[in-house]
């Protein structure tokens, strides 16, 4: 039978309890109230150690065990990338209740709250300050980069796990695990680790083209800069050259300077690293303007998404892509998704429906749902899914599958499945 002192079975069943005898006014009589303060915390031990008639703390116990397990979810449900938000959560569901009608785990259900990140620093904060006041088991997120960045320094002195599944910044590995955020864990690939899969298929691509050089477009926050410093150093190492970096406000209508730019550059091919209705703008004006150097996505743009926002999806055609799933690795979760919401997984629904069977197989390894739990057990994580086996380096970084893709015709075909280890 475990121990427990007064206040800490008090709190575990959500009553405040003080830790010293109440604070005695001027004139008060000290005997009296430190004996009831004395007499409140025996009774509660007793309760705690199951001696009180009737079973209490048996019953309170028993309560806790059952209860849910409760699932922090910070996104973005607000701003320009709010339908990646809802995206996101569509994935997360979907997985939480596949876990749940299976059971759950340990005895228990998950259950989700939610927080707005609004895909930005400082409300990413505020979203897992709320989250955390929440005390739930572990906080997923926060879909853009910045966030994630943002909210990794409060989960550390929280002491509660963060796990990431969409967010692309490399600098996330770096600071995680030996590098002195043990409670960052991250499921999906970072920019870098893509760019290894798609850089000999650039290389090459430029290289027949007598060309060797890319022009990269890339939105100015966490996910575009860390995703052309990702690209940037496999095709050094392969002698691509950069022709030019222009980075742009989210939410952009207008990409004819830049394009201009592209064009007085002459590179042999353009790697895009933005969101899927940027992307479309951005290559809407690009086959307007006549431009003819192929289009490599970098940033996980190709998507039904970027296909509606286009309004013809033939624009998009030959346009090849490194992400870390495709929809033809995964029937099982392709169809769930048609069935629950009408179209195919959106590339930010991927990560959290994922993240559900990582966390149902760490808190079973740990035997615990307790965030200290939950942390060992991800480290003894060794998860085979569609999309590759998920099992994390001492950077807390799992290493997942590269598919290689290219946009046909209004669909997605999957080229090349790529081990994260290896190249194209």
């Not at 995703?227 to 004819?256: E, H, N, R």
């Not at 590179?267 to 479309?280: N, R, Y």
Request: net charge neutral; aromatic share 8%; with cysteine.
């Amino acid at each position: 039978m475990p121990k427990y002192s007064a206040g800490q079975a008090l709190k575990s069943w959500g009553y405040p309890i003080p830790t010293e005898p109440p604070a005695m006014r001027e004139g008060s009589r000290p005997g009296r109230r430190l004996t009831f303060w004395v007499a409140c915390s025996a009774a509660v031990s007793a309760m705690a150690l199951g001696v009180v008639a009737g079973g209490g703390a048996s019953t309170a116990l028993a309560k806790s065990k059952s209860s849910p397990i409760l699932i922090g979810a910070s996104t973005p449900l607000s701003g320009p990338n709010a339908y990646a938000g809802v995206e996101w959560l569509q994935g997360l569901k979907l997985g939480i209740k596949k876990v749940n009608a299976d059971g759950g785990v340990l005895g228990r259900k998950f259950k989700i709250v939610t927080a707005d990140n609004g895909c930005a620093p400082s409300t990413g904060v505020t979203a897992a300050d709320k989250l955390i006041a929440d005390h739930p088991a572990v906080i997923l997120g926060s879909v853009c980069s910045s966030a994630t960045l943002a909210t990794m320094p409060l989960v550390k002195t929280a002491h509660i796990v963060q796990l990431s599944d969409d967010s692309s910044d490399p600098l996330i590995t770096k600071e995680a695990g030996v590098g002195g955020n043990p409670w960052e864990f991250r499921i999906n690939l970072d920019s870098a680790m893509l760019a290894e899969g798609l850089a000999s298929y650039i290389a090459n691509k430029v290289d027949s083209l007598n060309n060797k050089s890319v022009y990269y477009i890339a939105e100015d926050d966490a996910f575009g800069q860390g995703g052309v410093s990702g690209y940037q150093g496999p095709l050094k190492k392969l002698g691509i050259t950069t022709a030019g970096v222009s980075y742009y406000t989210p939410g952009l209508g207008d990409f004819d300077p830049i394009l201009s730019a592209v064009q007085a550059a002459k590179p042999g091919a353009v790697v895009m690293i933005m969101e899927p209705d940027d992307a479309a703008t951005m290559v809407r004006q690009y086959r307007e303007l006549g431009l003819h150097e192929p289009i490599f996505d970098g940033g996980g743009a190709l998507s039904q998404q970027m296909f509606t926002s286009l309004g013809t999806p033939s624009l998009a055609n030959g346009i090849v892509g490194a992400f870390f799933w495709n929809a033809a690795e995964d029937k099982t979760f392709t169809d769930a998704y048609v069935n629950a919401y009408g179209t195919t997984p959106a590339p930010d629904s991927i990560g959290p429906y994922y993240d559900a069977f990582v966390l149902a197989d760490a808190i079973k390894l740990a035997g615990s749902a307790t965030p200290s739990a939950i942390r060992k057990g991800l480290e003894k994580v060794d998860l085979k899914e569609a999309w590759g086996t998920i099992k994390f380096d001492s950077h807390n970084q799992a290493h997942a599958n590269i598919a290689v893709q290219e946009a046909e015709g209004g669909n997605i075909k999957l080229l090349k499945v790529v081990p994260s280890s290896g190249a194209y």
